[in-house]
T-cell receptor, first 119, second 111 residues
Framework: GAGVSQSPSNKVTEKGKDVELRCDPISGHTALYWYRQRLGQGLEFLIYFQGNSAPDKSGLPSDRFSAERTGESVSTLTIQRTQQEDSAVYLC?????????????????FGPGTRLTVL | RKEVEQDPGPFNVPEGATVAFNCTYSNSASQSFFWYRQDCRKEPKLLMSVYSSGNEDGRFTAQLNRASQYISLLIRDSKLSDSATYLCVVNMGGGSYIPTFGRGTSLIVHP
């Protein structure tokens, strides 16, 4: 079946421009995560959605970053007034996460990422 | 202290060698544990979950030591294709739905 997809695969933008990154999770997966990975670094958690709600936005680096999810499906991560330090790979992952009241034991399935370069 | 710690390596081993990585975690209430593999410029992919009783998948063996709060990954008969970064992932439990990723351990298998 189809995995997690992300678009665009690559995005080059000028400093100060806004960008929108899209994630299509695996159908039926209720949990969706956004991460950032700078070159040679580990994964940095940004935001988590349970359904269309985002109970944890603690990882968003600044108010320039926002995300939404609709129809318990597609999610978009928006970065306003991009800065050079925003350059990174933005990874999306989804998980079935059927147990709402307990810590998830479900596997995360990652998309291929969007490589963002801010000039 | 970081929540999940790994030796970044790189571990540089010849083909056929046995290599082991450890990962320590700080929250004793952690409930689920995974090893992911990430190839260069690719997304992470699940390698295996780590169960309390330990588990084995071919050349790969994962162990959990709750008393000492670490998990391990053993790779036997290393192949060139095993070269990658291995990420330790811990779900902290206590209502947290956000797995915590370690920084990863780099493995290089050479001929």
């Amino acid at each position: 079946g189809a995995g997690v997809s992300q678009s665009p695969s690559n995005k080059v933008t000028e400093k100060g421009k806004d960008v929108e990154l899209r994630c299509d999770p695996i159908s039926g997966h209720t949990a969706l995560y956004w991460y950032r990975q700078r070159l040679g670094q580990g994964l940095e958690f940004l935001i988590y959605f349970q359904g269309n709600s985002a109970p944890d936005k603690s990882g968003l680096p600044s108010d320039r970053f926002s995300a939404e999810r609709t129809g318990e499906s597609v999610s978009t991560l928006t970065i306003q007034r991009t800065q050079q330090e925003d350059s990174a790979v933005y990874l999306c992952a989804s998980s079935p996460q059927t147990k709402l009241a307990h810590a998830s034991t479900d596997t995360q399935y990652f998309g291929p990422g969007t490589r963002l370069t801010v000039l | 202290r970081k929540e999940v710690e790994q030796d970044p390596g790189p571990f540089n081993v010849p083909e056929g060698a046995t290599v082991a990585f450890n990962c320590t975690y700080s929250n004793s209430a952690s409930q689920s544990f995974f090893w992911y593999r990430q190839d260069c410029r690719k997304e992470p992919k699940l390698l295996m979950s780590v169960y309390s009783s330990g588990n084995e998948d071919g050349r790969f063996t994962a162990q959990l030591n709750r008393a000492s709060q670490y998990i391990s990954l053993l790779i036997r008969d290393s192949k060139l294709s095993d070269s990658a970064t291995y990420l330790c992932v811990v779900n902290m439990g206590g209502g947290s739905y956000i797995p915590t990723f370690g920084r990863g351990t780099s493995l290089i298998v050479h001929p």
